[in-house]
């Protein structure tokens, strides 16, 4: 497979990388791909140096495959072009996410629904992922109503330059700043820009992308998105609502056989997931998994994922991964 890395130099580009050589994914020929002032870069890939593209250079190289991370506006403006060219593109941006014509893939959810005709698939919002990972076995059983999510995001789903901001405010020292306010000591109750509704961007692709990636409108969810100075991954206290009983001990199981969702969940040995071990790793933890006591049918859990793994880089991969499996690239 030649496959093209876009926005290589990137914090999820990198984790791109790194996952596509953990993962051995079969590549014949890597074409990293970013932004002008980053051409003729050198990058090491298993062992090997590859430079730096342009955006023009990898569309004519006609790549198999285009993995993108490199924003909204550049994914607009390009990933049409790659796929013109004959490209497959899988896009972390949300810029194709809710258009009705483009899938948007969670594999272990509906990776089945992609053709060969789909020449720009969506990944969706790292939050995103991690709630639909545990929601979507529970809402087959016991069919969901409402979900009530809040989260604590990890400063790399911003960039690097959050990071840079937390390390200098850590330092005391000054420094470009990511968000309006200090993140070090602080939680800061909005991730993205606000809507006229009054939830921000975060918040409502938590609401939008559920439901379409379950395949289920009437699931209703309302988020609420802080920042945190954390860098290991998103956590997410979920309330789910079904139509119907359950029984705890069979949600538990449900989960624990779900591909791709680890559980941790056991309070005499105070287990539970916490970013600084989900770091590095591409499963989903799920745990304080408890009936609602106040409401009928309901129950809360605490959900753990790296960000920039299943949250970004892995998923992304694993859609690749699927359409190589299936034959439909
Ligand atoms: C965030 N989910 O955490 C968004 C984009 N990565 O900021």
């Not at 106040?294 to 605490?302: E, F, G």
């Amino acid at each position: 497979m030649k496959v093209a890395v876009v926005g290589a130099t990137g914090m999820v580009g990198e984790v791109m990388l790194q996952v596509l050589a953990e993962r051995n994914f079969p590549i014949t020929e890597l074409i990293p791909v970013a932004s002008e002032r980053s051409v003729g870069k050198e990058i090491e890939f298993k062992g090997k140096k590859y430079k730096v593209v342009g955006m023009q250079t990898a569309v004519d190289m006609k790549a198999d495959i285009a993995l993108f991370s490199a924003g909204g506006e550049t994914s607009l403006t390009w990933a049409p072009k790659f796929a013109e060219a004959g490209t497959t593109v899988i896009d972390n941006s949300s810029a194709w996410r809710m258009d009705p014509t483009k899938k948007l893939v969670v594999p272990e959810i509906n990776a089945s629904e992609l053709t060969k005709e789909d020449k720009i698939i969506a990944n969706p919002n790292c939050s995103t992922i991690q709630m639909v990972m545990a929601l979507a076995p529970l809402h087959k059983k016991y069919n969901i109503k409402r979900v009530i999510v809040s989260t604590y995001q990890s400063i790399t789903g911003t960039g690097v330059k959050a990071v840079q901001q937390l390390e200098n405010e850590y330092a005391g020292t000054k420094g470009e700043m990511a968000y309006k306010y200090q993140i070090h000591r602080n939680a800061i109750p909005q991730c993205d820009v606000f809507e006229d509704n009054g939830y921000t961007k975060e918040e409502m692709k938590l609401t939008r992308e559920t439901k379409k990636i379950i395949g289920d409108d009437s699931i209703n969810v309302t988020a609420t998105a802080v920042r945190i100075p954390v860098v290991g991954g998103h956590s997410e206290a979920v309330n789910i609502e079904f139509s119907n009983d359950f029984d705890i001990n069979e949600v538990r199981s449900i989960l624990h056989n779900t591909p791709g969702i680890t559980v941790q969940d056991n309070n005499d040995t105070y287990t539970y997931p916490m970013p600084l071990y989900a770091q590095g790793k591409d499963d989903v933890f799920v745990g304080r998994i408890r009936r609602d006591e106040s409401q009928a049918n309901s129950l809360n859990m605490w959900i753990v994922a790296d960000n920039l793994r299943k949250g970004a880089a892995t998923n992304t991969i694993q859609i690749a991964e699927y359409l190589v499996e299936n034959k439909l690239v």
